[in-house]
């Protein structure tokens, strides 16, 4: 498990001189799934209502002024959908929850178990959120309890649903003085799984043994399972429309407002980058749109060039509420997905465009 602040080692891609946002690490203490094929995002099963530990680390090569610059940062903690479909019907599905289960949470705080964490908020009105303050410098583990499991979201059928998974992200800020907005610095998250009770360790269990069975060339197809959880960064979208896709809310709002749908999940993750380098997006260029445009969207299509044929296609109001879409994610769609996005006549005339009619 490479937790390069535990073994003390010199992190990679981080400048020599002190950098703008610094660089944090957060480890979730629960086994990955074994059966995650490499290049795809690691995996973890967790037991509802189970108490896991977060540990919250910082760069202690970081110079003693950041460390006192960074004095007591804020983070927030959510547990959102990571499922295209249901992030745009997050809110309804959440009311959906809190009516079949009056007066639970989805995400709560075990307070009596967490070292380090000051003014712990747990917001009513967000079931899904919890909020604290914590000082870098010294021991900070967070443990969560997660009482929705995956299978609460899936559509019903005959029994034996797969289970949507979450992302449990968190999105860590520097408290802005004298009424100023919070500062964003860092936000990091990892994919899990809910189950009932003890459900996590059978289907840990199950896994193992799937993958013990396979021949030996096939198993060097996936992952080599962690005791630990790292949450991977977030990769911040286009930073020219606020809000379009970031991980953290807009800063008039500060950390108690509720993000968007996609604001809350980036399937897109970075490694730490230098400043000059940290994870924007390149600037649709307006020249770029002109032309006739290309009658069918490539699935193989970037970010960028599926951004281009929104705007060919006259759909240039939906390119913020898409913005993080590739060719792939948009053929994914279903007609009834996309009239759910774009409304009835938009929804089935992109429907009809992507499909050439």
Known sequence: LPLS???????PNIPSSEPPCPAFQYVLCAATSPAVKQQEE????LNQGQSYEVRMLCDPKLSDATHRALLCPQSVVRVVFHDRRLQYTEQ????????????????????????????PQVLPSQLN??????????????????????TEFTPRKKGGEKGVPFRLQIDTFKPGDKGLPPEHLHSAGCLIKVFKPKGADRKLKTDREKLE???LQERDKYQAACEST??????????????????WPDASAGPSSPLSPLALTSPHSCKLLSPDRLCSSPPLALDTL????????????????TQQWLHQHRFSSYCRLLANFT????????RQDLIQICGAADGIRLCNALRAR
């Open 5 to 11: 602040y535990l073994k003390q080692e010199e992190l």
């Open 92 to 119: 309804q599905q959440l009311d959906g929850w809190r009516w079949s289960r009056p007066g639970d949470r989805i995400l709560d705080i075990d307070v009596p178990l967490s070292v380090g964490v000051i003014e």
């Open 42 to 45: 690691t995996l973890t099963y």
């Open 213 to 215: 069975k396979q021949p």
């Open 327 to 334: 060719g792939t994610d948009l053929l994914k769609l279903t």
């Open 230 to 247: 790292v949450f991977v960064e977030v990769c911040v979208g286009a930073l020219g429309v606020r809000g379009a896709c970031s991980p």
């Open 290 to 305: 002109g032309g006739s445009p290309v009658e069918d969207l490539n699935p193989g299509a970037s970010i960028l060039e």
């Open 129 to 150: 959120t919890v909020e604290f303050h914590w000082d870098p410098t010294k021991r900070t583990s967070l443990f969560l309890q997660v009482h929705c499991i995956s």
